[in-house]
């Protein structure tokens, strides 16, 4: 991959989310940073000024339509993902979208689905996959360093100041909730830990303005696995994960949004803990590096799209356990 080559990018609104992509839009090597959009036109001059952003449109359409642009990025409320990533993908624009893909996974596989039919490549924002610490990690237990994974606990929450039915994040009809919003990442965690899917789920909780804003949850996984997580925006801030084999422990601080020194800790039956660590690396960088990469290879990112439709899946089934207070098969 040559540095002096760039995906041309637009933006689909000026989400807040941005701001935190900001630093990542600027250091990646394979950026160009071609257009902003936002309904408001203001809002959208002011974002390229602040960005660098080469143009600005007043609608999201008139993005699409500009040549200029290779890919855009869709930081939507979760309810609009799918709808512009399908006119996205019809004007030819490759995509990556924030997490969760769609608040369905019926909605996800559609989105698969037409973006490959129409040769683009669409990725969601997870970033935890391409950070070099998680490759690292995945060979470690793929050499069976803690031997058969038994166990994965994990958890993201964090506080949110006031539980406001004006805010997008609490409103049903925009795909809100905890369990779409963070609650997405420990379960991608436990199905990439354990390498397999769930057959069984069970969730309980707290909800407010029609969508959940404390959940606890458990998976079960064919061979007796056993994963266990809670989400929620009403605990401070908990972003780990743990995962515990026939030998031993990996344990994994801040797992969805490391520190630029990026540590883990592996304890084997008996030892005294091993820190290890990787310094250096943002895994902003390295997902709009992978995504570029994957754009002129012609081929899926990796992960590729199919993942979000697995996660979502069973998303999809912790809701249903929620709704009929039981356990349920996903």
């Given at each position: 991959m040559s540095a002096a080559r760039q995906l041309r990018w637009g933006v689909l609104g000026v989400a807040r989310i941005c701001n935190r992509l900001k630093p990542a839009l600027h250091a990646a090597k394979t950026v160009k940073l071609q257009a902003i959009a936002s309904r408001c036109p203001d809002k959208s001059r002011a974002a390229a000024n602040d960005f660098g952003f080469a143009t600005s449109y007043a609608s999201y359409e008139?993005?699409?339509d500009d040549p200029n642009v290779d890919a855009v990025y869709v930081p939507l409320p979760n309810s609009l993902h799918g709808v512009w990533a399908k006119k996205a993908a019809d004007r030819g624009k490759h995509v990556l979208c924030e997490k969760p893909l769609c608040p369905s996974a019926d909605e996800a596989a559609?989105?698969?689905?037409?973006c490959r039919a129409r040769r683009v490549r669409l990725m969601d924002g997870f970033m935890w996959p391409h950070h070099p610490r998680t490759r690292r990690i995945r060979e470690m237990l793929d050499d069976g360093v803690i031997g058969?994974?038994?166990r994965v606990t994990?958890?993201?929450?964090?506080?949110m100041e006031a539980l406001s039915a004006a805010n997008i994040r609490l409103q049903p009809a925009m795909g809100g909730g905890s369990l779409l919003d963070v609650g997405c990442y420990p379960v991608y965690g436990m199905r990439w830990a354990f390498g397999a899917e769930p057959v069984r789920a069970y969730a309980r909780a707290?909800?407010?303005?029609g969508v959940d804003v404390?959940?606890?949850?458990?998976?079960i996984f064919p061979d007796g696995g056993v994963g266990a997580f809670d989400c929620g925006?009403?605990?401070?801030?908990?972003?780990?994960?743990e995962i515990v084999g026939t030998k031993g422990s990996i344990r994994i601080p801040?797992?969805?949004?490391?520190?630029?020194?990026?540590?883990?800790?592996?304890e084997l039956n008996g030892e005294s803990p091993v820190e290890h660590s990787i310094d250096g690396h943002c895994q902003m960088v390295h997902m709009l590096d992978d995504f570029a990469a994957a754009v002129w290879d012609g081929r899926d990112p990796d992960p590729p799209p199919d993942e979000a439709v697995k996660t979502l899946r069973v998303l999809d089934a912790l809701a249903r356990s929620v709704q009929e207070g039981q356990e349920v098969a996903v």
């Open positions: 008139n993005l699409l559609e989105v698969v689905a037409h058969k994974v038994q994990a958890a993201f929450t964090f506080k707290r909800l407010f303005n404390e959940m606890s949850g458990c998976l925006f009403t605990l401070p801030y908990r972003p780990w994960m801040r797992m969805w949004l490391p520190h630029a020194k990026a540590t883990w800790e592996v």
